[in-house]
């Protein structure tokens, strides 16, 4: 089984602020949402 994991860190080493991101990039959540979203193929995930 190959397991692949999307993780990000500011620069300074923070993951996160009050439960949030620290930071908003369209393209982030544009490829966060590609490769986390079912593909049309048996319900299999882009990862």
Request: hydrophobic share 40%; net charge positive; aromatic share 10%.
């Amino acid at each position: 089984m190959i397991v692949s994991a999307i993780v990000a860190v500011a620069e300074n080493g923070v993951i996160g602020d009050r439960g949030a991101m620290s930071w908003h990039l369209k393209s982030d959540f544009k490829y966060f949402k590609k490769n986390t979203t079912p593909s049309d193929h048996n319900g299999a995930y882009h990862l």
